[in-house]
C-alpha cells in the first residue's frame, strides 16, 4: 500500500470550501430569483427572499428539545421495525470467519494478522453503511406516505427540527450498532491472535515521521532518480557504486523521539538487478547522517537490504565520527551535533538522512514513505479505536446525505442517488473522475473519443483542424465545466478509508486522514440540513 502523507491544511480547507458554499448558494439564489421572476412575476423574488429570511428565524427560534424529541421517535421507530436485525448477520460472520482466515498465509504471522484486522472492519463497514444509508433515505418518505409527518408539523415543531431530529435519531441509533460491532470486532481480533506468538508480535501500531525525499545522480546533482522502465511509476532508483544517492530530510527530530537513547528508523526498498549476484542475500545498502551546516557526515554499517519486509535501522544517540583533520575518532552526539535549522525554508529540527547502493551494476529503489523515523509504537487498540472513528464519520456523511435526500425524493429514488454519491466519491471512480477532470485522459472529452472511435483516430494524435475539431471542443468544454462542479459537489469517500493504515501496523494519522475526514463531514453536513430544510419547507404537507 502508499500512503498520501500530505497533511491537511485547515486554513486552505476553509477557504476552498468558503468559495465552493458561496458559488453554489450564489447560483441557487439567482436561479431562484430568475425562476420565480418568470413564473409569478414581480412578487417571485419577494417570496424567495420571504422564504429565505423565515428559514434564519427558524433557526434563531431552533428549540434542541424539541430536536431531541424527534431523535427519540426516530430511534423507537428503528427499534420496532427490527433494523437491528443485521447483528445476527455480523454475530455469524464472526463465527465462521475464522474457519477461513487462521492458517491461510502459512507461517506469516504478520499476515495472518492482516486478514483479522481487514475482516473485522470491512465487515463492520459493509454492514452498517447499508443499513445506516436505508434508515436516513427511507425514513421521512414513510412517514409522508403514511401522514404521520402532518401530526408533527401542524404542532409548533419546525421543519428544520425535523430535518435535524431525524439526523441526530438516526445517528445515535448507527452508533451504538457501530460501537458494539467494532468492540465485538476487536475482542475477534485478539483471541484469534492468541493462537499464534508471532502473530502476538505483529499486533501493534507504528507511529511514522515522513520527511521529504530527494534525489542525487552520480554527479552530486539532483535529480528525479532513475527509472528502470517498470510500469507502476511510484518509485525511483539511484545506481549502485557511484555517488547517486537519496536523501530524506526530517523535521522536529527531538529527544523525544528515541527509544532507549536509540533512534529507530524504518525502511523498505526495493532492488533491480543487472545481474543474479547473490541471489540469496539482498543488496549492500549504506545509509549516512549528515550536517550540512557543520559538514559533518557519520557513516552507519553497511547492511543487506530485505526486500518486501521492513529494514530496522536503530542508530544510537552516541555516534563515533572519523575526524579527517584531526586523524581520529570522535564521538558525536546524534542530536546535539547531527539535527539542524535551516533558516531559509524556516525549517528547525532537521536529521538528514542519506542511502546509497554499493553493489555495482545494481540499483535501489525507494519513494518517500519508504523510510521514515518511528516513534514509540501505540497500542494497537488506539489505531483500531481510530479506524472505527472513520467508519462513524462516514456514516454520518450518508446519513446527513441520505436525510437530505429523502426531504424531495421518494424513497427507492433518494437511496439510488445517496448511493451513486458514495459509489463515484471512491475508490477507482473518484481517481478516474480526478483524471477526467484534470484532463489526463487519452482522447479527449467524450465527443473527441466519439470521433475518433468512428475514425479509428489514434488517441495520441491531434484531430485534425477544422470545423469538427472546433464543435468537439467546444461541446467538451461544456461537459468538463459540469463535471468539474461535481467534482466539487460529491464527497471524497476515500478520506474515511482508514483500515489499511491499521492492517499494516500503522497508527491512524492525524494530519493525512482524520483532520481531512472531519472537516469533510461538517463541511458536507451543513448544507445537506439547509437543502433538506428548504425542500421539506416547500412541501404542502399539512394539506390532507
Known amino acids: 500500500m502508499t500512503f498520501d502523507i500530505t497533511d491537511f491544511i485547515l486554513k486552505d480547507g476553509v477557504k476552498h470550501w468558503l468559495w465552493v458554499f458561496g458559488s453554489v448558494c450564489g447560483a441557487l439564489l439567482l436561479a431562484s430569483l430568475l425562476l420565480s421572476y418568470v413564473v409569478t412575476g414581480m412578487k417571485g423574488p419577494g417570496k424567495v427572499i420571504k422564504t429565505i429570511l423565515g428559514g434564519v428565524s427558524d433557526l434563531y427560534a431552533l428549540s434542541l428539545k424539541r430536536v431531541f424529541a424527534i431523535a427519540s421517535l426516530t430511534i423507537k421507530e428503528v427499534i420496532r421495525k427490527k433494523t437491528l436485525v443485521v447483528f445476527i448477520v455480523f454475530a455469524v460472520l464472526f463465527m465462521f470467519g475464522g474457519w477461513f482466515l487462521t492458517g491461510s498465509t502459512g507461517a506469516r504471522g504478520d499476515l495472518e494478522v492482516k486478514n483479522f ?23 421521512i418518505p414513510e412517514d409522508i406516505k403514511a401522514r404521520s409527518i402532518h401530526t408533527v408539523v401542524t404542532k409548533p415543531a419546525r421543519r428544520l427540527e425535523i430535518v435535524i431530529g431525524r439526523i441526530l435519531g438516526y ?67 539511484i545506481k549502485g557504486a557511484t555517488q547517486s544517492t537519496a536523501l530524506w530530510e526530517f523535521e522536529k527530530v527531538t529527544s523525544d523521539i528515541l527509544v532507549n537513547d536509540k ?186 473519443s466519439i470521433i475518433r472511435i468512428v475514425t479509428h483516430y489514434n488517441q495520441v494524435k491531434e484531430l485534425e483542424e477544422g470545423a469538427t475539431k472546433m464543435v468537439a471542443e467546444v461541446i467538451d ?16 469517500f476515500s478520506s474515511f478509508k482508514m483500515t489499511p493504515f491499521v492492517v499494516n501496523g500503522f497508527d491512524v494519522s492525524w494530519g493525512s486522514a482524520l483532520a481531512p475526514s472531519i472537516a469533510i463531514t461538517i463541511a458536507y453536513v451543513i448544507p445537506c440540513v439547509l437543502i433538506g430544510y428548504f425542500s421539506l419547507k416547500s412541501r404542502e404537507l399539512e394539506t390532507k
Open 117 to 139: 484486522i481487514s475482516f473485522a472492519l470491512t465487515t463492520t463497514s459493509w454492514l452498517i453503511l447499508p443499513v445506516s444509508l436505508l434508515m436516513s433515505c427511507w425514513g
Open 171 to 237: 445517528v445515535v441509533v448507527g452508533t451504538g450498532v457501530l460501537i458494539i460491532m467494532g468492540f465485538a470486532g476487536n475482542i475477534w481480533v485478539h483471541r484469534q491472535v492468541q493462537k499464534s506468538e508471532e502473530a502476538q508480535k505483529a499486533l501493534f501500531c507504528r507511529v511514522p515521521l515522513y520527511g521529504d525525499m530527494s534525489f542525487f545522480d552520480s554527479e552530486g546533482k539532483q535529480s528525479e532518480g532513475i527509472h528502470v522502465g517498470d510500469v507502476w511509476d511510484y518509485r525511483r532508483y
Open 263 to 448: 533512534l529507530k528508523i524504518e525502511a523498505r526498498f526495493e532492488a533491480f538487478r543487472t545481474h543474479k549476484g547473490q541471489m540469496k542475500e539482498g543488496l549492500l545498502c549504506q545509509v549516512f547522517l549528515e550536517n550540512p551546516v557543520t559538514r559533518k557526515r557519520v557513516k552507519l554499517p553497511v547492511f543487506h537490504i530485505n526486500e518486501f519486509t521492513q529494514n530496522i535501522i536503530r542508530i544510537n544517540r552516541k555516534l563515533k565520527h572519523y575526524d579527517e583533520k584531526e586523524k581520529k575518532y570522535v564521538e558525536l552526539d546524534l542530536i546535539d551535533d547531527m539535527v539542524f535549522d535551516n533558516d531559509i525554508n524556516k525549517k528547525e529540527n532537521i536529521l538528514r538522512v542519506g542511502v546509497r547502493c554499493i553493489d555495482p551494476g545494481q540499483y535501489i529503489g525507494m519513494a518517500q514513505a519508504d523510510m521514515f523515523i518511528r516513534y514509540p509504537d501505540r497500542s494497537f487498540d488506539v489505531g483500531y479505536s481510530k479506524a472505527i472513528v472513520g467508519i462513524w464519520l462516514m456514516m454520518v456523511l450518508i446519513v446527513s446525505m441520505g436525510v437530505s435526500a429523502s426531504c424531495f425524493l421518494k424513497g427507492p429514488v433518494a437511496t439510488l442517488l445517496t448511493f451513486s454519491f458514495l459509489l463515484v466519491g471512491q475508490g477507482g471512480f473518484r481517481q478516474f473522475l480526478n483524471e477526467f477532470v484534470d484532463k489526463q485522459v487519452l482522447g479527449g472529452g467524450p465527443v473527441e
Open 477 to 492: 468544454s461544456g461537459f468538463f465545466y459540469f463535471l468539474r462542479i461535481a467534482h466539487q459537489i460529491i464527497p471524497d
